[in-house]
Every structure is written in structure tokens, then in C-alpha cells.
């Protein structure tokens, strides 16, 4: 799987849109960008995953360049239980493992 | 659905026990996997399984053995606990198909070897 890179941390301001961005400019065609996150202590949290198009779930807007060498991840209102490690991953689909980098730790404050 | 669950939550081990960490998934997935969380560092893969009976190697396999005789069932087995052993491990699981291939992981077992 092709490797990423995430700033290590970001701050946002509870209520206000967190978005945080990820490089993946070695990713292959058949290669899907997926986020995780891991709160303190707890196991990994799927959020969301494309390929190429935009995605929209209950929790995220995945957005990917048209290029597909980058995304961000848009958290829309931001709350003080979304501070955790979030993980950009890409991943084939084929039941390899996940390719943990460091993530970005994000910290919402009030 | 319970999704994975892992038993115990924590343990302590001295140098040279021996334990078993269990893991167990109701989602009727296909794949299970095997990851170690040293603190402050991403998830390293253990072992995982395709299936009932199908094992293999992971990044990280020495020191630890696995068995997979049911879907539901991953059991990790500690031979000859080390301190470098000591770390959070997860367990998830998986059934890839087509645009997807979602882990699920359980809360996490925190080990520690004196």
C-alpha cells in the first residue's frame, strides 16, 4: 500500500468544521483512500473511504483530488468527542493489512 | 450484534508466563487480523486469517503463535512472555468485496510484562 503523510497535530474550535488533509502522491489506481480514528485508548473507528469521487457519510465529507494525490477530511461541526489520532490509509481492498503512519491528533477545544 | 469483542482487558505477565488473548467477531466475517500498539506508534499486524483453518505471518509474528478453527474465533498465543511484548493489542476483522474493505477492531487488550 502506498504510504501517506499527515501533520502531526491541529487544533479546532468546537462547533467550527475540522479539515484535516493527507498526502498520498505514490497511491496506485486500484488504491482507496480510507480514514480511521482512534480515540484514547480505544480500538480504530472507521470514519469514511473513496476512491475518487467525493463521499458523504453521518460522520465525514471525504474529499479527493482530482489527481488523487491528496484528500481532507472534513469533519462539519466539530465536537469535544471528536478529539482523537485520525489515521488516512490507503489501502487495495484486498484484505491486507492496514498501514498505520503517525495521524494527525486533532484537539478540539471549547 | 456485538461486533469483536476481546477478553481480558488488561493482564500483567511475568517474564516467561505464557497466555492466550481471545478474540471473537459475530459479523460473519471472512478475515481476522492480529495488531500490536506500542505507545505513541501506529498498529503493527501480527497474524491474520482468510478463513476457518488459514493462518498466516504478519510484520510482527515472533513470539506469538494464532489458530483459526472457527470464523467466529482468533485466539493470539504468548509463549515465553519478553517485556518488548508489552503493548495494546487489537483485534479486527473483515470481509473484502467489491470498493470495500472495512476493519472493524475491538476495544483492545493492554498487556504488560515484568
Known amino acids: ?110 | 450484534n456485538a461486533g469483536v469483542t476481546q477478553t481480558p482487558k488488561f493482564r500483567i505477565l511475568k517474564i516467561g508466563q505464557s497466555m492466550t488473548l481471545q478474540c471473537a467477531q459475530d459479523m460473519n466475517h471472512n478475515y481476522m487480523y492480529w495488531y500490536r500498539q506500542d505507545p505513541g506508534m501506529g498498529l503493527k499486524l501480527i497474524y491474520y486469517s482468510v478463513g476457518a483453518g488459514i493462518t498466516d505471518k504478519g510484520e510482527v509474528p515472533n513470539g506469538y503463535n494464532v489458530s483459526r478453527s472457527t470464523t467466529e474465533d482468533f485466539p493470539l498465543r504468548l509463549e515465553l512472555a519478553a517485556p518488548s511484548q508489552t503493548s495494546v493489542y487489537f483485534c479486527a476483522s473483515s470481509t473484502p468485496g467489491f470498493g470495500t474493505d472495512t476493519q472493524y477492531f475491538g476495544p483492545g487488550t493492554r498487556l504488560t510484562v515484568l
Open chain 1, 1 to 110: 500500500d502506498a504510504k501517506t503523510t499527515q501533520p502531526p497535530s491541529m487544533d479546532c474550535a468546537e462547533g467550527r468544521a475540522a479539515n484535516l488533509p493527507c498526502n498520498h502522491s505514490t497511491i496506485s489506481g486500484n488504491e482507496y483512500v480510507y480514514w480511521y480514528r482512534q480515540i484514547h485508548s480505544q480500538g480504530p473507528q472507521y470514519i469514511i473511504h473513496g476512491l475518487k469521487n467525493n463521499e458523504t457519510n453521518e460522520m465525514a465529507s471525504l474529499i479527493i483530488t482530482e489527481d488523487r494525490k491528496s484528500s481532507t477530511l472534513i469533519l462539519p461541526h466539530a465536537t469535544l468527542r471528536d478529539t482523537a489520532v485520525y489515521y488516512c490509509i490507503v489501502h487495495n481492498n484486498a484484505g491486507n493489512m492496514l498501514t498505520f503512519g503517525g495521524g494527525t491528533r486533532l484537539m478540539v477545544k471549547p
